[in-house]
């Protein structure tokens, strides 16, 4: 059985940080994709930053790189995602999800999210 638990979401002012952790627990592979997205009210979901948990490569879309560091601890698997100088357009419900590289993300896991809100 597949878990994908986010913790660490909140309210914060701009230019404050947030440090967000999503455990994993029961993925069937090694070495996935794994990734942060974000989905704001009456907006699409969209991909913030990906990590590839075998060697540690790293993706990140253009409005948050820079601010925001995307790692995984594979002896814990858990993953992370530092988030500093946040801005009001950052808030949103964050979700991780993980997929087999070959796959694609309709095909992953996916938390039930956590929310950060920026004022």
């Known amino acids: 059985h597949v878990q994908l638990v986010e913790s660490g979401g909140g309210s914060v002012q701009a230019g404050g940080s947030l440090w967000l952790t999503c455990s994993v627990s029961g993925l069937p592979y090694f070495g996935h994709c794994m990734a942060w997205f974000r989905q704001a009210p009456e907006k699409e979901r969209e991909g913030v930053a990906g990590?590839?948990?075998?060697?540690?490569?790293?993706v990140y879309d253009a409005s948050v790189k820079g601010r925001f560091t995307i790692s995984r601890d594979n002896t814990k698997n858990t993953l992370f995602l530092q988030m500093n100088s946040l801005k009001p357009e950052d808030t949103a419900m964050y979700y991780c999800?993980?997929?087999?590289?070959?796959?694609?993300?309709?095909?992953?896991?996916w938390g039930q999210g956590t929310q950060v809100t920026v004022s």
């Open positions: 999800a993980a997929r087999s590289c070959s796959g694609s993300w309709n095909e992953g896991y």
């Open positions: 990590i590839y948990t075998g060697s540690g490569d790293t």
